[in-house]
């Protein structure tokens, strides 16, 4: 066994713990059975949910036994929000959904040797269950001037819109969760983020109350946001996620290489899987050489790897480098140039026009007349190739798959031309 909780301290991936003295010994003598709770409310993970799904992965590496939770019940009702009701969605719904996370989960963790983890599914002990034996066997057992205190309630306690008893429920749910994979596998640790905290809690007194001799414990990991105070995981488009279909492989490697560099490090640490050594020179490398962004692209790398595979990781490395000049756009396969274009500024034509008109019509420079002297100047490309001449026009030869163009003014503002009525080929 390695020493994981000073190994999760140093990552900045220990917020909050019941009884950490109890925990490390716990974790010493192990191997400990755990478990995490995601809940299928979309039908992908996000980003944000790496922290949780890498934290797993990182504990039974350690060599401790994973119990990784979808929730087909739990994901029926949600964990309130701060601000409003969610919309519930209906059982089919969220089966579908269930399987989809399970299969993004999957790949992180192992399924064999004597830590093998185990996918399990809240539905298996609440669907058989009715209302009255819920509240006899669970209900009668939460103090309702307790859950009160819990930060989402209180804050929607003190809105106009209040909160419904379905979601005032769900620490019932997530806290019967824990009772039951207690029972059932001998599960004595709940791992979840710094948010769930009164939901970890609740779990561990109920089963104080129905195992007095249970020795439980509850690990909460911090809430990531960015340095400018906005939401991690965000972006103009929303949410990114882990499914190639809702954010693509390079919109995927985008968001990591574009992290601030006020981030940087603490992101690395939380996600990556570098030793120490290698983390502190990425640190050391930010501090001294920012330009590089050695720590982003190394962390872009790792997760892409990760997340999508290492072929995929390397289709949107070479797209990278390509779209700036360090490769040849021709030798991108379609799926991956369409996802790096849609990145980028973009207009579509409905035929081939001067590189002046494209310029202007894209927005990569403000009028036609600026367009010429960027092309004066010697700061006009497509595809990488320099363009000379003022009045100079693609050919039907020049577009990539049929379709689209490449633009790019001086070393960086890139923008891309689809040619409308053009199919890929």
């Known amino acids: ?48 949910h790496l922290v949780q799904v890498l934290t797993v992965r990182r504990l039974q590496q350690a060599g401790h036994r994973p119990l990784a939770l979808v929730g087909g019940a739990t994901g029926q009702i949600g964990d309130p929000r701060p601000t409003a009701e969610r919309t519930l969605n209906d059982p089919e719904t969220v089966a579908g959904w269930v399987q989809r996370l399970r299969a993004q989960i999957e790949p992180f963790l192992s399924f064999e040797g004597e830590n093998a983890a185990v996918m399990v599914n809240n539905l298996d002990w609440t669907a ?12 009668k057992h939460f103090r309702v001037n307790k859950m009160l205190t819990k930060d989402s309630v209180a804050r929607r306690l003190e809105s106009d819109q209040g909160i419904s008893y379905t979601e005032f429920s769900y620490q019932l749910l997530q806290g019967m969760d824990f009772l039951e994979l207690y029972r059932r596998y001998d599960c004595t640790l709940q791992q979840g983020g710094s948010d769930q905290w009164g939901n970890l809690t609740a779990g561990m007194d109920l089963i104080h109350r129905l195992e007095p001799h249970a020795n439980v414990h509850a690990l909460a990991t911090p809430l990531m946001v960015k ?100 490769g040849e756009l021709s030798g991108l396969d379609e799926p991956t140039l369409r996802a790096a274009l849609a990145e980028l500024p973009h207009a579509t034509v409905g035929g081939l026009a001067s590189v002046v008109d494209l310029f202007a019509e894209v927005g990569l420079t403000p009028s036609k007349s600026a367009a010429r002297r960027t092309v004066k100047e010697g700061g006009a490309y497509v595809n990488n190739v320099k363009v000379t001449d003022e009045d100079a026009v693609p050919v039907q030869e020049d577009l990539l798959h049929g379709r689209w163009l490449v633009l790019r003014r001086g070393k960086k503002n890139l923008a891309a031309i689809e040619v409308a009525g053009q199919s890929a080929q």
């Open 227 to 326: 340095a400018d105070g906005t939401k991690f995981g965000k972006t103009e488009g929303g949410a990114v996620w882990l499914d190639p279909e809702m954010t693509t492989p390079y919109a995927f490697y985008q968001f990591w290489l574009n992290v601030d560099d006020r981030d940087i490090s603490t992101y690395t640490r939380i996600l990556s899987f570098k030793s120490r050594e290698e983390i502190e020179e990425l640190e050391k490398l930010t501090e001294e050489r920012p330009q590089a962004r050695a720590a982003q692209r190394a962390l872009a790398e790792e997760l892409t790897t990760l997340v999508h595979g290492a072929e995929q990781c390397e289709a949107v490395v070479a797209a990278s480098k390509a779209l700036f000049g360090q």
């Open 1 to 48: 066994m390695t020493d994981i909780v000073d190994e999760l301290k140093w990552r900045g991936l220990f917020a909050l713990s019941t009884d950490e003295d109890a925990l490390r010994k716990a974790l010493a003598d192990g191997p400990v059975t755990f478990y995490c709770g995601f809940d299928p409310t979309a039908a992908s993970l996000h980003v944000g």
């Open 128 to 139: 058989g269950m009715s209302a009255i034996e819920f509240l006899r066997d669970i209900g």
